[in-house]
């Protein structure tokens, strides 16, 4: 194992201590916490808390996108493990205004336990909190942490349409209705070419030979589907659009927001090529999504690869929450 780290036991609480040094006017650490809140506590008033979290290791999700119309606090657990209740409960109860909290949870069983443990704590303050379990890799059914579908990149839209909505004043029940509309029209699908090393383990979570690649690992290195020689980019991305369009239903007179993700090792240029093929791939079937972004925004450490998500953008005003300007640090 290489990486610029001290003691790998401490790798995550000197992360948050310097991402909150870093970024001050964004940023601030809940005190005997790993999580995160606004700066400005204004911009949370009024509205109701959005608060997202899980292991470490995905950054710059989720801190990256605590900010005015996004998140309100995020809960960073250990490397690939869920944040404990306590922490958890703890960024609720300073996100809450009077308004209610809404929770961003990914699919993994870790998560959906803890959060839930929070949220039952949280009620036994007078808190009102209700969540979504974001489920968009089509990948696979199951995994080795999950019952269903996993959460990956699609979170990050999740967060957006959420966070907007949020700031504009929709209601906890209004942030519910529009989180559960969203879910089915999410989709996300990735390919691998090396895993990521966790500090405490001190090797690769999989090897991949160095002419192998593997389609649909997940961000904590569970398997994929299928594993093959490496092909050429357009190739990787046919594959990948094909099951993206198996499982929405492609269709040129719908408006689509692509998302191009890179899995932590992955150089903009390739990631920049990807959204080439993407692009070409999608005209021909007459489609030019209307909202693309491109970048690191759900990483798995040091993983090479790449993922690639769909949303069905069901109501013209998704595509208006995807524009609402935001003050984080990585949208």
Not at 88 to 96: C, L, P, Q, R, V
Not at 306 to 317: N, V, Y
Request: aromatic content about 6%; hydrophobic content about 45%.
């Amino acid at each position: 194992m290489k990486k610029i780290i001290n003691e790998p036991s401490q790798v995550v609480s000197e992360m948050v201590a310097g991402l909150v040094l870093a970024y001050p006017e964004y940023l601030e650490q809940l005190p005997e916490t790993t999580a995160v809140i606004r700066h400005d506590k204004a911009s949370m008033q009024g509205q109701v808390g959005l608060v997202s979290g899980g292991g470490s290791g995905h950054e710059p999700a989720h801190a990256g996108f605590v900010g005015p119309g996004m998140l309100s606090a995020a809960v960073c657990g250990q490397v690939f493990t869920s944040p404990t209740p306590d922490q958890i409960y703890e960024a609720i109860k300073a996100s809450d205004t009077g308004h209610g909290v809404f929770l961003i949870i990914k699919n993994y069983s870790g998560d959906v336990m803890n959060f839930e443990m929070a949220k039952d704590l949280a009620e036994l303050d007078g808190i009102d909190v209700r969540f979504v379990i974001v489920d968009d890799d089509i990948a696979v059914e199951n995994s080795l942490y999950t019952q269903g579908r996993r959460g990956v990149a699609g979170t990050v839209l999740m967060h957006k349409l959420l966070g907007a909505a949020a700031a504009k004043g929709a209601s906890l029940t209004e942030l519910e209705q529009l989180a559960q509309a969203i879910l089915p029209k999410l989709k996300t699908i990735g390919v691998a070419l090396s895993a990521a090393t966790v500090p405490e383990v001190g090797k690769p979570g999989f090897v991949l030979a160095e002419d192998e690649i593997e389609y649909g690992v997940g961000i904590h290195s569970e398997p994929g589907y299928r594993r093959e020689k490496l092909r050429p980019a357009k190739e990787l991305v046919a594959e990948m659009l094909g099951k993206l369009d198996e499982a929405l239903v492609l269709t040129p007179t719908k408006k689509y927001a692509l998302l191009i993700n890179g899995m932590g090792a992955t150089p903009l240029m390739e990631q920049y090529i990807v959204s080439h093929d993407a692009f070409l791939w999608l005209k021909e079937k007459q489609i030019t999504p209307v909202f693309c972004k491109v970048g690191n925004y759900m990483t798995s450490l040091e993983m090479a690869g790449i993922s690639l998500t769909l949303l069905e953008l069901d109501d013209a005003k998704w595509l208006d929450y995807l524009n609402y300007p935001v003050a984080t640090i990585a949208w």
